[in-house]
């Protein structure tokens, strides 16, 4: 048990649609990651959030978007869903300047319809 | 550029050794080892930072050789509970875990 919590479990939606999904970091951290996983594939950095603002992104498009609030829960947000953005999206979380170690939580798998 | 794991997958009984390798085309600040078994989230193993260094807890251990961008995880006197796939993901700046994961290995035990 990592203490980083993601809701929902598991999402359908249909394509065109927007989603959001949540996440919780472990206590004392005040980074959050987030992070695509296609079937058989390592996960793909999407962004990452510290002080509530976007610390870096990785290669996807602006329809993937995200906050970070005071209590340093993120959001992930997805407008304009793809069949290609089914997949188990993980969030991490970890304590930026410390070089330490990032714990994920157990996911989102959203399907697109 | 994600890092490249070998062997992809490697089938091992019970109480035999194991070693997954990681390679890097990118200088390194630190790697980190995940077990991932299927449907579940990653499950962070240990960190290994710039310094080459080399750490171990029980019967898993890994080394980190920062001049040739290369990391490798040792697994010894393998469970049946160590079955997943691993994954390595590295990182390029100090305390920013911004992983790039590589293309995993898939361990399987048999008894």
């Known amino acids: 048990e990592t203490g980083v919590t993601q809701s929902p479990t598991h999402l359908i939606k249909t394509r065109g649609q927007q989603v959001t999904l949540r996440c919780s970091s472990q206590?004392?951290?005040?980074?959050v990651s987030w992070y695509q996983q296609a079937l058989g594939q390592g996960p793909q950095f999407i962004f990452q959030?510290?002080?509530?603002?976007?610390?870096g992104r990785g290669n996807f498009p602006p329809r993937f978007s995200g906050l970070q609030f005071p209590n340093y829960s993120s959001e992930l947000n997805v407008n304009a869903l793809e069949l290609d953005d089914s997949a188990l999206y993980l969030c991490a979380s970890s304590v930026t300047g410390k070089g330490t170690e990032a714990f994920f939580g157990q996911g989102t798998r959203l399907t697109v319809v | 550029q994600q890092p490249v794991q070998s062997p992809q997958a490697v089938i091992l009984r019970e109480g035999e050794d194991a070693v997954i390798n990681c390679s890097s085309s990118?200088?390194?600040?630190?790697v980190h080892w995940y077990r991932q078994k299927h449907g579940e989230a990653p499950v962070f193993l240990m960190i290994?930072?710039?310094?080459?260094e080399q750490k171990g807890h029980e019967k898993i251990s890994a080394s980190f050789n920062e001049k040739k961008q290369q990391s490798s995880l040792y697994l010894t006197a393998s469970q049946l509970s160590y079955s997943g796939t691993y994954f390595c993901g590295t990182g390029t700046n100090f305390g920013n875990e911004k992983l790039t994961f590589g293309t995993g290995t898939r361990l399987t035990i048999i008894p």
């Open positions: 990118k200088a390194l600040y630190s």
């Open positions: 959030y510290y002080r509530e603002e976007e610390n």
């Open positions: 206590s004392g951290h005040n980074t």
């Open positions: 290994l930072l710039k310094g080459g």
